[in-house]
């Protein structure tokens, strides 16, 4: 049975800082992974998708990397700033013919002005 | 192009009653999710719908139903509310599941009083 795992729950970081943020999943045989961002009370937004058979998938100053083989994925937000404080999510299908996601339980994220 | 919206955005009701919520998809995309989320157990997966048909459900009692009309929009029906039945609903569509990528729709905020 597939399951996600983010670690730490949460992070404070000062305005400027680069910071990774972690996922873990057991099983390996995934067909994607996503990650999406969340603010207080919203829907989530999808940030980053890496297939299977990439490594890593860039947009502006996130870069999410992917390694099937140990298990986790990161998130490389660089130049953080106070409108990065949200809580981030990384979620895996559960198989490839279904829209059914595992997700992480998320780290909260807030960055200091 | 529109993205996934859910109406109605707030619900108060009280407990016995029963609610329908609507969701709909991005235009093309067939495949439409629902999911519970809480404080305490963060996202729970409660069925999909793909061409009119449910394709996966999760472990939510029979008071939780679905269904899906041809124009692929969705709706979810919550039957004798309870209490604990107080969460932020989401819904997220895409193409044809497990292989691409996912969109969420803002949520509706459903209070049982």
């Known amino acids: 049975k597939q399951e996600v795992t983010q670690i730490p729950a949460a992070l404070s970081v000062p305005e400027g800082e680069n910071l990774v943020l972690n996922c873990s999943f057991t099983?390996?045989?995934?067909?994607?992974l996503q990650w999406f961002r969340q603010d207080p009370g919203k829907g989530l937004t999808s940030l980053l998708l890496?297939?299977?058979?990439?490594r890593e998938q860039t947009s502006g100053r996130l870069n999410a990397s992917l390694d099937k083989s140990s298990g986790r994925s990161t998130l490389y937000i660089a130049a953080s700033q106070p409108g990065d404080s949200a809580t981030y999510l990384c979620?895996?299908?559960?198989?490839?013919?279904?829209?059914?996601?595992?997700f992480g339980q998320g780290t909260t994220l807030q960055v200091k002005p | 192009k529109a993205g996934v919206t859910q109406t109605p955005r707030y619900l108060i009701k009280t407990r016995g009653q029963q609610v329908t919520l609507s969701c709909s998809p991005i235009?093309?995309?067939?495949?439409v999710s629902w999911y519970q989320q809480t404080p305490g157990q963060g996202l729970q997966f409660l069925f999909e719908?793909?061409?009119?048909?449910?394709?996966n459900k999760g472990n939510f009692p029979g008071r939780f139903s679905g269904r899906q009309f041809s124009n692929s929009r969705s709706e979810m029906n919550v039957s004798t509310l309870e209490l604990g039945d107080s969460a932020l609903y989401l819904c997220?569509?895409?193409?044809?599941?497990?292989?691409?990528?996912?969109?969420f729709g803002p949520g509706t905020r459903l209070t049982v009083t």
């Open positions: 997220a569509s895409s193409l044809d599941g497990g292989g691409y990528e996912q969109y």
């Open positions: 235009s093309g995309h067939r495949s």
């Open positions: 099983d390996s045989a995934i067909y994607n």
């Open positions: 719908y793909f061409s009119e048909t449910q394709r």
């Open positions: 890496i297939q299977s058979s990439q």
């Open positions: 979620a895996v299908p559960s198989s490839s013919n279904t829209g059914k996601l595992i």
